[in-house]
C-alpha cells in the first residue's frame, strides 16, 4: 500500500528533442484530484505501475497530478501550428506536480487572459468529466431531471454549471447544511437531499419529484446508493457512474429494479 509519507519529488530528463505533436510547458499551476488522493493512499490500483514478478510498485510509478496550466516552453513541429513559445496554455498531462510537462497537443488549449493559472487549472478534469457524462452519454435535455449527488464538491459544481446552461432541473444531495447554504447562495440550488443517508435522499427525490423520478443520474456515491439511484430512475432514465470503487470492487447490481 502506498503511504503519503513515502511520497517524494524526485528530479528526471526532459527529452532532448520533442515528437511532433507534443508540446512542453512550465506548470505554473497543479490540481490535487480525488484520484490523486485514492492514488496516494493506495485506494485505487496503479496496473501499470504495479510489478507482478517484485509485488512491488516500480520507482516513479505513481502518476500524480492529472491536470496543469502555465506556459509553452518549447513546441513540437505538428503542435506549432496550433502553439507559440509563450503561449498561456491548460489541459491534461501526465505528473502536473512537476515543474515542466510534456503533452500531446490535443490536451492542451490556450487559456483565456481573464483566468487565472489557479482558476484555470480547476476546469480541466471536472468539466471533461461531467461533459462526457451528461452530454456525451446522457444526451441530456433541456426541462430534464437531473440528481447530482455530493453536489458541493468539483464534479458537482461542473455539474450544476452545466445542468444549468443547458437548461435542465437539479436535485441536489449534500452532506452538510453549510454545503447546502454555499449551493443555495453561489447557484441558486432550491432542491436538496442529504448525501449521507440513502434511504432519506431516495424518499426525497420521489416526494420532489412527485414519485416520477429523474431523467438522469450523476452518480460518485458507493454501495447501497447504486441500488438507490438506480429506483429513482424514470423509464428511459439514464445513470452515469463515475465513481471508481464499486467498479474496482467488481459490485454486484439485484437486477430487480428492471422488472
Ligand atoms: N470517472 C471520472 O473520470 C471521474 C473524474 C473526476 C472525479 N470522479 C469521481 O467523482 C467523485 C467526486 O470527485 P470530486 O472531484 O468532485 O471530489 P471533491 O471535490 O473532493 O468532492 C468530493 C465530495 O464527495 C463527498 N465525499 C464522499 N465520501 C468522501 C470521502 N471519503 N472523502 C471526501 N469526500 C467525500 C463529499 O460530499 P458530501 O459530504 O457533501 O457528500 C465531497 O464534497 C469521486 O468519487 C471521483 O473519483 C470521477
Known amino acids: 500500500v502506498v503511504q503519503l509519507q513515502t511520497l517524494k519529488y524526485r528530479s528526471f530528463d526532459l527529452p532532448a528533442s520533442l515528437s511532433p505533436t507534443d508540446v512542453q510547458v512550465e506548470v505554473h ?3 490535487l484530484n480525488f484520484k490523486d488522493l485514492m492514488l496516494a493512499l493506495g485506494m485505487l490500483d496503479n496496473p501499470m505501475g ?6 512491488k510498485y516500480r520507482e516513479n510509478s505513481v ?3 492529472l491536470e496543469f496550466s502555465g506556459i509553452v516552453k518549447n513546441v513540437g513541429t505538428a503542435a ?5 513559445i509563450g503561449d498561456q496554455v491548460f489541459g491534461f498531462a501526465n505528473h502536473c506536480f512537476a515543474s ?6 490535443h490536451f492542451l488549449v490556450k487559456k483565456p487572459l481573464h483566468l487565472s493559472h489557479t482558476d484555470a487549472v480547476s476546469l480541466p478534469i471536472v468539466f471533461a468529466t461531467v461533459y462526457a457524462g451528461l452530454i456525451v452519454k446522457a444526451q441530456l435535455k433541456p426541462g430534464e431531471t437531473v440528481l447530482i449527488h455530493s453536489a458541493a464538491g468539483g464534479i458537482g459544481q461542473a455539474a450544476i454549471q452545466l445542468c444549468q446552461h443547458v437548461g435542465a432541473r437539479i436535485i441536489c444531495t449534500v452532506g452538510s447544511r453549510e454545503k447546502r447554504e454555499f449551493l443555495e447562495k453561489t447557484y441558486g440550488c432550491t432542491q436538496f437531499a442529504n448525501s449521507h443517508s440513502t434511504k432519506e435522499w431516495h424518499a426525497d427525490v420521489l416526494k420532489l419529484t ?3 423520478g429523474v431523467d438522469v ?6 454501495g447501497d446508493a447504486i441500488q438507490a439511484g438506480l429506483q ?3 423509464i428511459g432514465g439514464r445513470f452515469i457512474e463515475i465513481g471508481k470503487v464499486d467498479i474496482l470492487n467488481h459490485s454486484q447490481l439485484d437486477m430487480n429494479f428492471l422488472a
Do not use: M, P
Open 29 to 31: 499551476a497543479s490540481a
Open 50 to 55: 504495479f510489478d507482478q514478478q517484485t509485488l
Open 63 to 65: 502518476n500524480l497530478g
Open 80 to 84: 506549432s501550428k496550433r502553439f507559440n
Open 100 to 105: 515542466q510537462v510534456i503533452t500531446h497537443e
Open 210 to 212: 412527485d414519485g416520477q
Open 217 to 222: 443520474v450523476l452518480n460518485s456515491l458507493k
Open 232 to 234: 429513482c430512475l424514470k
